[in-house]
């Protein structure tokens, strides 16, 4: 009795006096926490990251709940302006536990993919989207093994995609679209053990399609909006279940006629190439097609008669060399 009297208010006094004592957050985590506001100038955004409170309760930080160590870290911009800007910087690497790291919508975020990324083993998304940030998609991302998510779409990175990426075990989305892009498909990416989608569109990405991408099984593919050439009928193929293909606004050249389709397939977009031959038979047998474009190619003969094919619009074969039949004019 009497110690509880003494007790209780000393401890709350305790508690009072030494915030620390109830924190959950990891000293080492918080430093760097701190450090990374301090590199970038004690921007509004991060306004909630003061040192007399856990970090653990901070905007944007997320701990893990037996470790309470800080294994999630998104800097976003929710509001117009957020004063942050600069470069990421050196000390994300100091946050060992991560694994998820995500830099969303900030415009003035500039400079390189930071090289100490390559120290966060445990990441599992890691997210650099819609910035500033330039220089090359890093060869070094290919260490981070347990990477599920890759996303650096919408950004001003250059050069060329780094082949090493398909030795990436787990990877389940590859987004590198939007950003400027130069170079091939690299041949490994036939060896991808994951299948991942690949968004790679609207880039100045060239060449034909490797023909080791006949290996690859992706649920989407976008590759719009690049100049890529050649023959695209590798990504196609009678065993595949890929459902989503984008292919339109680049330079592709080949038989539509002898492409075999999976009947996975929801939606095809080829608008905007150079495609020949007439549209295959098979695509009738294409019973969950949703989205189907094939205008502004060079096809030819009759569209075939069944399936989905006369659920679109002319819209979806306009500007061809000489398509006819429903939902075009009758052949004659
Ligand atoms: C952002 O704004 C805060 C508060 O106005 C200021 O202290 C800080 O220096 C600014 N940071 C940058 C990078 O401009
Ligand atoms: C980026 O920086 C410029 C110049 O300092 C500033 O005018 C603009 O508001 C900033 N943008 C954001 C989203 O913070
Ligand atoms: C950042 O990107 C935006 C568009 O997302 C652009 O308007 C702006 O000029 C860029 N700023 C810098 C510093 O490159
Ligand atoms: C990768 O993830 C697996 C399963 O979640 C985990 O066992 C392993 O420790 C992780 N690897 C690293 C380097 O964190
Ligand atoms: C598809 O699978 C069938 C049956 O396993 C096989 O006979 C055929 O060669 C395969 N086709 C292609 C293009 O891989
Ligand atoms: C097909 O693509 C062309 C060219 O971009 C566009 O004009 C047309 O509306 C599209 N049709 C459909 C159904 O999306």
């Keep these: 009795m009497a110690t509880n009297m003494i007790m209780i208010p000393f401890c709350f006094l305790l508690m009072l006096l030494s915030p620390a004592l109830s924190q959950r957050c990891n000293p080492q985590d918080k430093k760097v926490l701190l450090q990374i506001k301090k590199d970038f100038n004690n921007p509004y955004l991060l306004a909630s990251w003061n040192p007399d409170t856990d970090c653990c309760d901070w905007y944007t930080v997320t701990c893990d709940t037996k470790t309470h160590r800080v294994n999630s870290l998104v800097i976003l911009s929710s509001v117009p302006n957020t004063n942050l800007s600069g470069h990421i910087p050196p000390s994300v690497g100091d946050l060992p536990y991560l694994e998820n790291l995500e830099f969303h919508k900030l415009s003035n975020l500039t400079g390189p993919v930071q090289p100490t990324i390559a120290k966060l083993a445990r990441l599992k998304t890691l997210t650099i989207s819609w910035t500033n940030v330039s220089g090359p998609v890093p060869a070094f ?6 990477l599920s998510f890759l996303d650096l779409s919408f950004n001003s990175l250059s050069g060329t995609i780094p082949p090493s990426l398909y030795q990436l075990p787990n990877l389940l989305s590859l987004r590198l679209d939007r ?105 009738t047998a294409v019973d969950f097609l949703q989205g189907f474009n094939v205008s502004y190619n060079r096809l030819c003969g009759q569209i075939p008669v069944g399936g989905r094919l006369q659920s679109f619009g002319a819209d979806s074969y306009f500007h061809n060399k000489c398509l006819c039949g429903s939902p075009l004019p009758s052949c004659n």
Excluded at 141 to 146: E, H, V
Excluded at 236 to 261: H, W, Y
Aim: net charge positive; charged share 15%.
């Design 141 to 146: 991302l290919a260490q981070l093994k347990n």
């Design 179 to 283: 950003n400027r892009l130069t170079g091939p498909i690299p041949a490994s990416f036939g060896s991808f053990r994951s299948n991942p989608d690949l968004y790679l569109s609207h880039n100045q990405l060239s060449g034909t399609i490797p023909t080791s991408l006949k290996n690859l099984n992706s649920n989407r593919i976008d590759l719009s909006r690049n100049k890529f050439e050649g023959d695209a009928s590798v990504l196609f193929g009678p065993n595949k279940t890929t459902q989503i293909v984008d292919l339109s606004r680049n330079s592709f050249a080949f038989d539509l006629s002898k492409v075999q389709f999976p009947r996975s397939l929801i939606s095809l977009d080829l608008n905007h190439n150079k495609i020949y031959g007439s549209i295959p038979a098979g695509l």
